[in-house]
């Protein structure tokens, strides 16, 4: 008898749990529902604002926003396309872009008719993929610029025009590298730039860490790299060919991790991505400067008893300066289970109406020039002065902006230039080296 | 035992058994369930059963298949023969990982069996305290990640409090996670910090095990605590010893969420364990048929250190009476 009931309670847990889980769906998601993701919580009360205003244009349509931290985003969004739980609309990078048109996980959305004249230059365009078909609508934009310790500024005697008119080439580092040494203290108060310094005990450095920049730069050596002429690959966008093995970039390396050797630029075991990045460093008063971007103004603003200021990139060898000009977009994914409703909220996103409710918000650039604006005036009003981000994007003259590599194969590039980098930063290996990881990295395009 | 050793002619054995095996029969007819007792077993069985099959004999199988083909997961796979571990054996980055998996292993199971030995030797000869115990044991009731988190923040190079203590004392501040050097001791040791304890109390257990009248006869003979623990603890211990090295050498050859908190396999892949190197490779870089034929290869090198370890320790067997 015991061992009947016993087997009935077994069975009809079995049962129950089978059913459970035939019948559950992880999403909560209804016909009417749009599911959404993004990574940015600084961002989330202005894309709420932005669903509000599409359930109105739209009666019946709900947008369900989900945020979540960057790391666990994209492992959660890999894992919902395999399971078959992802969102219908999310957040893109063209990081992510590449391998994402690779596993062909997105959807075409060529019938949205994207204009690239109604987004700043540049970012419509980045997100066609090698077969011609638009994945992804342009959303917002970023740029690099040096954020600063006023005060330390004020005590080298560095003024906000001198920070602004700096220049640098790989020989001798030029005025760029005169003002980080003279930002620059050791232990006994003797700056960078004096006879004494102490390399090996420093206090405060010129330049902050960011790590060893993968394969991008972004916020480490990008602007230098960029303001000497060199790109990524041998095509602006789907290049074959990676070129780290250039003897300009080589040359620029070389001369960037040498600043570390000099004392100038934090060292790399400062560096870590978890607990110690650039704008922590800056914030303890570890670091006088920074390359940062843009999507950090509002933390280096919000560091308490430290006035923080920007200033442009420096100018290169090639006389003009540079910065990485990078944007996001909304895409679709191929399983969405609402490609209708992900439509419509796409085309809101894209929109100036949403892009100027975003801008208003004052946390990141919208890519259409009405949401820029609106933007500008958001940072005016909290008091923060936003010119180095802008213009480069404003004065093409003066600017040399470049997109983030877009090829095949992203994950891999990354991958292999993250320990190559770190090699040549943290343990002083020769930039030749870049030779041959160069090399591995086109082998595997070439498949 | 008895029967085995004495080796009586098979008649006698036989009906020795028999005689042994019927009064157990007969006590079961008398509960009523003769013919339920398959049944019964079976029901007991099935649930850990069904995970077997579906949580280790499934995957497994799996894995093997997987590590002969091109696969990212949402494409079919494409079968590719022995490319995957051609490509894994020209690896550099798969032998780095390797050798620095063996390092941290080396470090993380010879100080932390010293370590725990010495506390289970300790708390067995010296108090009877529970809550000394319980006090051994904290460490490891906090989750892995959290334990790495703390840690990662303690040893901050700029900002840890461990490095400000160290730069007030007058001595240059050590870069522990950030170093090609320091890493993996660092890790390891952050391991054996929360691990310890555990193994420390499998450790006690197995002591409790050994007769105080061994220790008393002993000390009476005049033995030094010393020589007791390497005459009796240390020999009376092996098959529990061995047991307990050989989980955690699989335990340890499995580090990985320690590093992905802290290092993140840096700095130029110095902490890039076997693990994280198949993580990164099959959700990094979708890579699942590399990474299969990689954690195939790990499983060639368990078993074979298991099995090594079973032989040399004879965990099988005791040296009790």
Request: with cysteine.
């Amino acid at each position: 008898m015991r061992l009947r009931t016993l087997t009935a309670l077994a069975g009809a847990l079995a049962l129950s749990l089978a059913t459970g889980c035939a019948k559950g769906d992880s999403t909560g998601a209804s016909a009417n529902t749009v599911t959404y993701w993004l990574w940015d919580a600084n961002q989330l009360p202005a894309y709420q604002a932005c669903a509000k205003g599409f359930e109105k244009e739209n009666p019946g349509l709900k947008v369900q926003i989900t945020q979540l931290g960057w790391s666990d985003y994209w492992t959660k969004l890999t894992a919902g396309f395999i399971a078959g739980t992802q969102p219908d609309v999310f957040t893109d990078h063209i990081q992510k872009f590449g391998q994402f048109a690779d596993l062909k996980v997105l959807e075409p959305l060529d019938d949205l008719d994207i204009k690239d004249s109604d987004y700043q230059p540049g970012l419509a365009a980045n997100w066609i993929g090698q077969d011609g078909h638009r994945y992804g609508t342009p959303k917002d934009w970023d740029t690099v610029a040096l954020f600063y310790n006023e005060k330390m500024a004020k005590d080298a005697g560095l003024t906000a025009e001198q920070l602004n008119d700096l220049s640098w080439n790989p020989k001798d580092g030029g005025t760029f590298e005169k003002a980080i040494a003279h930002l620059t203290v050791d232990r006994n108060g003797k700056r960078g730039d004096e006879p004494g310094f102490d390399k090996n005990n420093v206090k405060v450095y010129g330049l902050a860490s960011n790590g060893g920049g993968f394969g991008d730069g972004q916020t480490q050596w990008s602007p230098f790299t960029g303001s000497a002429g060199w790109s990524y690959t041998d095509k602006a966008r789907w290049g074959t060919k990676y070129q780290y093995g250039s003897k300009t970039f080589k040359s620029v390396i070389k001369w960037y991790f040498g600043l570390a050797k000099k004392g100038y630029l934090a060292p790399l075991s400062d560096y870590n991505i978890q607990s110690n990045q650039a704008n922590t460093q800056v914030a303890a008063g570890k670091a006088a400067a920074a390359f940062d971007g843009a999507w950090m103004i509002s933390s280096y603003n919000g560091f308490k008893g430290m006035d923080i200021k920007t200033a442009l990139t420096p100018v290169g060898p090639t006389g003009k300066r540079a910065t990485m000009m990078n944007g996001l977009a909304d895409s679709i994914t191929k399983g969405a289970r609402n490609k209708e409703g992900a439509r419509k909220w796409v085309a809101y996103l894209a929109s100036d109406k949403c892009q100027t409710v975003v801008g208003k918000a004052g946390v990141v650039f919208p890519a259409t020039p009405a949401g820029t604006e609106a933007a500008i005036a958001a940072y005016e009003k909290k008091g923060i002065d936003v010119s180095a981000f802008t213009e480069p994007v404003a004065d093409k003259k003066h600017f040399r902006t470049f997109s983030y590599p877009i090829t095949n194969y992203a994950a891999d590039v990354t991958a292999l230039m993250m320990p190559a980098m770190e090699d040549i930063y943290g343990n002083g290996k020769p930039v030749s080296s870049l030779d041959q990881t160069n090399d591995q990295i086109n082998l595997i395009l070439s498949q | 035992m008895t029967v085995a050793s004495s080796s009586p002619p098979s008649r006698l054995r036989a009906r020795d058994v028999g005689a042994r095996t019927k009064p157990k029969v007969r006590a079961r007819e008398r509960d009523g369930g003769g013919h339920g007792d398959g049944l019964l077993a079976a029901v007991f069985i099935a649930p850990a059963m069904l995970g077997f099959l579906v949580f280790l004999a499934w995957p497994t199988l799996r894995g093997i298949w997987l590590s002969f083909t091109r696969f990212n997961l949402l494409t079919p796979a494409e079968w590719v023969g022995l490319d995957n571990y051609i490509r894994m054996v020209n690896d550099p980055i798969f032998w780095g990982s390797l050798g620095v998996t063996v390092e941290y292993v080396v470090i993380n199971i010879g100080v932390q069996t010293v370590a725990a030995l010495a506390i289970a030797v300790l708390l067995q000869r010296l108090t009877q305290s529970s809550l000394l115990r319980g006090i051994v044991l904290t460490p490891y009731l906090m989750s892995n990640v959290v334990a790495g988190l703390v840690w990662l923040w303690i040893l901050d190079t700029q900002l840890g409090i461990g490095n400000e203590i160290i730069s007030a004392i007058g001595v240059d501040r050590i870069p522990f996670l950030a170093d090609e050097t320091w890493a993996i001791p660092t890790i390891a040791l952050i391991n054996v910090w929360r691990h310890v304890g555990y193994t420390a109390l499998l450790l006690f257990a197995g002591l409790q095990a050994i007769p105080n009248d061994m220790y008393e006869a002993a000390k009476v003979d005049g033995a030094s605590e010393w020589r007791m623990f390497w005459r009796i603890t240390m020999p009376l211990l092996r098959p529990v010893l061995a047991v307990v090295l050989i989980m955690t050498v699989i335990g340890s050859f499995q580090v990985f969420d320690t590093v992905a908190v802290t290092t993140a396999g840096g700095p130029a892949n110095a902490t890039n364990v076997l693990q994280y190197y198949i993580y990164g490779s099959a959700f990094g870089r979708f890579q699942f048929g590399y990474a299969s034929a990689m954690s195939v290869a790990l499983l060639v090198v368990l078993s074979a250190i298991t099995v090594l370890q079973y032989r040399l320790t004879r965990a099988g067997q005791t040296d009790l009476g």
